[in-house]
């Protein structure tokens, strides 16, 4: 189980980064977008590499404009 944006997630312990936007509806060009695993950054690059471990804490954070 994961924490995907504070909500726990079951069955996608492995799952790479790429695959837990997807399932957030986040399309993998989409731009202004960041994702930390257990507080580190992950470039982009890495998103369809970087795999997440059992009981890490994914946060995916899009920029909006406006004020």
């Given at each position: 189980m994961i924490r995907l944006n504070g909500t726990q997630v079951e069955g996608r312990d492995g799952?790479?980064?790429?695959?837990?936007?997807?399932?957030?509806?986040?399309?993998?060009?989409?731009?202004?977008?960041?994702?930390a695993v257990d507080g580190e950054i992950i470039p982009r690059s890495e998103w369809g590499s970087h795999t997440v471990p059992a009981g890490a804490s994914v946060e995916a954070v899009t920029a909006v404009q406006g004020g």
């Open positions: 799952a790479t980064v790429g695959d837990l936007l997807a399932d957030l509806g986040v399309e993998s060009q989409a731009r202004g977008v960041a994702v």
